[in-house]
């Protein structure tokens, strides 16, 4: 199973590469940036020893295919994608946050509600609702990286604003490009059959001090969708949900005792194992997308990663 986990390019007026969990990001001319989605798959901030072949080629195919959707509502980075796993974009300054919007009570919503609590990230929820019910209307509970680590912290808009962390105008802009992207996803998720519950997006500044969005968008890393057919019956019985997102990952790990904690081993996931994986991935890829999905040429990944690029930059 061809894959690719790492790489180390030198692409004509390279100045810095910087590895992610995921992508690898290359700095061209302090002009650029080059995004590599790898295969590599993470989950509770811990990279999992193998890669699952096409997760990076679906990943940016759907984040690049959204970017282009929703581009007349809010500006983004991109500019080209020369190769199915590589995003070219302007060199933006990313804000230290990301912007979680979440439509129903799931994932760390529900746990936090589940736990007593009835506020998140200075946002109220109502009383009485059950996991996966939906909320009156969409919250926005941002996150940012903790000081030490690598891991996500909630934290209010007032706290966003009293440390400085984004300054009141910009967090205006940043709140309504959240909505409007998460109301396009609603649509589009809707006319396939979807639903989605939450998602996170990011954004930056460009060089000429533009905000526009950066990194993913509606991805099954980054976004939890459910089955919109049987969804109002699960939910009078009480049942768990049929999703799309990498939580079947999560589960998996949580089943093999393994939830990123200090003294637990990543458990081994056999050939077989990846290999319903990447079937999974390229089933969350024709969900989302509508589309059948087609593989790309992985008999020498690196070699065509490099030549699409290096050809894009010297006509660029």
């Not at 706290?159 to 967090?171: A, H």
């Not at 969804?231 to 999703?243: D, H, L, P, S, T």
Request: net charge negative; aromatic share 10%.
């Amino acid at each position: 199973m061809k894959t690719i986990i790492d790489t180390n390019f030198n692409f004509p007026g390279q100045k810095h590469l910087y590895k992610g969990k995921v992508r690898e990001v290359y700095n061209i001319n302090d002009d650029l940036l080059v995004m590599v989605a790898t295969d590599r798959l993470s989950a509770f901030d811990v990279v999992m020893p193998k890669g699952i072949p096409y997760k990076g080629q679906i990943l940016n195919q759907i984040a690049t295919k959204f970017m282009s959707q929703t581009e007349d509502l809010v500006p983004n980075w991109l500019i080209a994608t020369p190769d199915p796993n590589v995003a070219v974009g302007h060199l933006c300054e990313p804000f230290k946050v990301e912007m979680v919007i979440r439509g129903y009570l799931s994932g760390h919503a529900a746990r936090e509600y589940k736990a007593g609590k009835r506020t998140l990230c200075g946002v109220s929820m109502p009383e009485g609702m059950k996991e996966n019910d939906k909320f009156p209307s969409p919250i926005i509970t941002p996150a940012t990286k903790a000081e030490k680590g690598d891991h996500d912290e909630d934290i209010s808009k007032e706290d966003i604003l009293k440390r400085g962390i984004v300054s009141k105008e910009d967090y205006e802009i940043l709140e309504d490009y959240t909505h409007k992207l998460f109301q396009r996803g609603t649509e589009i998720a809707a006319s396939r059959g979807l639903i989605l519950v939450d998602t996170k997006y990011e954004f930056g500044k460009t060089k000429d001090g533009k905000i526009v969005l950066i990194d993913e968008i509606h991805t099954p890393d980054s976004s939890r969708y459910f089955y919109e057919k049987g969804y109002q019956e699960r939910q009078n019985k009480g049942e768990a949900q049929k999703q799309l997102s990498k939580e079947f990952v999560r589960q998996w790990l949580i089943a093999n005792n393994f939830q990123g904690l200090e003294g637990q081993t990543v458990p081994e996931m056999s050939d077989d194992y990846i290999e319903t994986v990447s079937e999974r991935y390229i089933e969350l890829y024709e969900n989302i997308m509508g589309e059948k999905f087609v593989k790309a040429d992985v008999s020498n990944i690196e070699e065509r990663i490099k030549s699409n690029v290096e050809h894009f930059l010297a006509s660029y």
